[in-house]
C-alpha cells in the first residue's frame, strides 16, 4: 500500500502544531467568555473573540524571524537545553513577557506595586494603557538596540562562509575583524536617532538604548562563561545556559513591539494576554520544526532573510520614537525579507541540482 506524500507532510505539519491548535481552541473560547462578561452582548464577546484572532495573527507575523533565530541557536544547543527552552522557555514566554512584562512596566513608571497594577489593568483599563504608551519611548530605544545588535553580529562574522547578498555581507564579513564594529556602528546611529528628539525624550532614548547595547555585551558575557563552565563539567556540551539566557533576552526583545502594538486594539491586558499568548505557541511550534526537519539547513538563505527583518525591525522601533508606524508594515516587511530569502534559497537548490546532473 502507497502513502499519499502530500498526506504524510500534512499529518507532519499537524503533528509540529498540535499544541498550538489546542492552546487556540481554549484560549478563542476563554477570549469569547471574557468578552460575554465584560459586555454581557453577543456583539461585545464577538468583538472580544475578533481581537484575539488579530493579536495571535499579529504577534506571528512580527515573531516569524525570531522563531528562525531560535532554531538557529537550538542546533548547536544539547538536546537537555533545546527541551528545556522549549518547555519553560514557552511559559516565561507567555506569561512572564505577554502578563508579567507589561504589569512591570506600569509598577515601575507609576510607581505602585504589582498588585495594584493588576487592579488597575481590570478595572482602570484606559489609565493603564496610557502608561503603557507612554513608556513606549524607552521601551523602543531598548529592544531596538538590542535587535540590532543581534542582526549585525549575524553578519560581522569572520567565519561566516555563506552570502546571500553577496556585495553586503562580504564587506560586513571582511571588516568582521575590526574588534567592537558593530558597536561603533550602533552607538553611531543611536546618536543619529537622538540628535533628532527633543532634549528630555533624546536623554530618555540615549539612556535606554546604552541600557540596551549593555544588556546584549552582559548576555553574551555571560553566556560565554556559563557554557565554557558547562563544558569543562559535562564533556563537550555546548549550548547550554547561556544559549538558554540569550534566547530568554531575544524573545523578550522581539516581545516590546508586540506587547506595546496590541494596546492599539485593546487597552486590556487579559485580552492581549490571550491573544498574543496564542501566537507565542505558534512560534514555538514554528521553532520545533525548523529544528527537527532542519529546514535552516536545507534553505541556505532563510536566516539571512531574518537576520535583516531583525534589523529592519530594530530600525523601525527607533522610527517610532518619531512617528507611529503600524504593526501590519512591520509583520509584512518582515515577513517579505524572510519569503524573499526562502525564494532565493529554492531557486538556489534548483541551479545546484542542474549543476550536478550536468556535472
Not at 555563506?162 to 561603533?184: D, N, S
Not at 556559563?226 to 539566557?245: I, N, R, V
Amino acid at each position: 500500500m502507497q502513502t499519499n506524500p502530500s498526506s504524510a507532510s500534512g499529518n507532519s505539519m499537524l503533528h509540529y502544531f498540535k499544541w498550538a491548535f489546542i492552546v487556540t481552541v481554549l484560549g478563542l473560547i476563554l477570549g469569547a467568555v471574557l468578552g460575554w462578561q465584560m459586555t454581557g452582548t453577543v456583539g461585545g464577546m464577538l468583538t472580544i473573540f475578533f481581537i484575539c484572532c488579530v493579536l495571535a495573527v499579529l504577534e506571528i507575523s512580527l515573531s516569524f524571524d525570531n522563531a528562525i533565530v531560535n532554531a538557529n541557536k537550538l542546533k548547536d544547543m544539547t538536546p537537555e537545553w533545546q527541551h528545556r527552552f522549549l518547555t519553560w522557555g514557552i511559559i516565561i514566554a507567555v506569561f512572564g513577557m505577554r502578563i508579567v512584562f507589561p504589569l512591570l512596566i506600569v509598577v515601575v513608571a507609576a510607581k505602585i506595586g504589582p498588585w495594584e497594577a493588576m487592579v488597575m489593568a481590570a478595572t482602570q483599563p484606559e489609565q493603564y494603557s496610557a502608561i503603557m504608551k507612554d513608556a513606549h519611548l524607552p521601551i523602543a530605544a531598548f529592544g531596538g538596540t538590542f535587535l540590532m545588535m543581534v542582526g549585525l553580529s549575524f553578519f560581522f562574522d569572520h567565519e561566516k562562509d555563506v552570502h546571500w547578498v553577496r556585495w553586503l555581507e562580504g564587506k560586513m564579513q571582511k571588516y568582521a575583524t575590526i574588534r567592537g564594529i558593530e558597536v561603533a556602528i550602533v552607538l553611531v546611529v543611536i546618536l543619529i536617532f537622538a540628535r533628532f528628539l527633543e532634549p528630555l525624550e533624546s536623554q530618555i532614548f540615549f539612556k535606554s538604548a546604552i541600557w540596551g547595547l549593555l544588556t546584549f555585551l552582559l548576555v553574551e558575557v555571560l553566556g560565554g562563561l556559563l557554557d565554557s563552565s558547562q563544558e569543562m563539567m559535562a564533556a563537550g556540551a555546548k549550548g547550554g545556559l547561556g544559549a538558554f539566557l540569550y534566547l530568554e533576552v531575544l524573545d523578550a526583545s522581539f516581545s516590546f513591539d508586540g506587547v506595546i502594538g496590541a494596546f492599539a486594539l485593546t487597552q486590556n491586558l487579559f485580552v492581549i494576554a490571550i491573544g498574543l499568548g496564542i501566537g507565542a505557541m505558534y512560534v514555538r511550534s514554528m521553532t520545533i520544526m525548523l529544528v527537527e526537519k532542519g529546514t535552516l539547513t536545507e534553505y541556505r538563505f532563510l536566516e539571512h532573510g531574518a537576520f535583516y527583518a531583525i534589523i529592519a525591525l530594530s530600525v523601525i522601533m527607533f522610527m517610532q520614537s518619531f512617528v507611529h508606524i503600524p504593526e501590519v508594515i512591520t509583520g509584512l516587511g518582515g515577513a517579505a525579507l524572510i519569503g524573499i530569502s526562502l525564494w532565493s534559497s529554492i531557486r538556489w537548490n534548483k541551479t545546484s541540482r542542474q549543476a550536478e546532473a550536468e556535472g
